[in-house]
């Protein structure tokens, strides 16, 4: 699975500090999904199921 962030956004909201890239300490924001959307093709993108979204730190979602 491959990771996307960009830490740009944040520091416009002054949110740097706390999220926006990768390390330890810091709040994750992502969704997981069940493929990479960047290596199927493009009309099966909208097959891609979530399999876990995480909100500052926390599961907020989680498949069955």
Do not use: H
């Amino acid at each position: 699975v491959s990771l996307l962030s960009s830490s740009l956004p944040r520091r416009s909201i002054d949110e740097q500090d706390d999220k926006g890239s990768l390390e330890s300490g810091k709040l994750a924001d992502l969704v997981i999904p069940d493929s990479n959307p960047l290596k199927i093709d493009l009309i099966n993108t909208k097959d891609i199921r979530v399999l876990e979204t995480i909100t500052e730190g926390q599961t907020i979602f989680k498949a069955r």
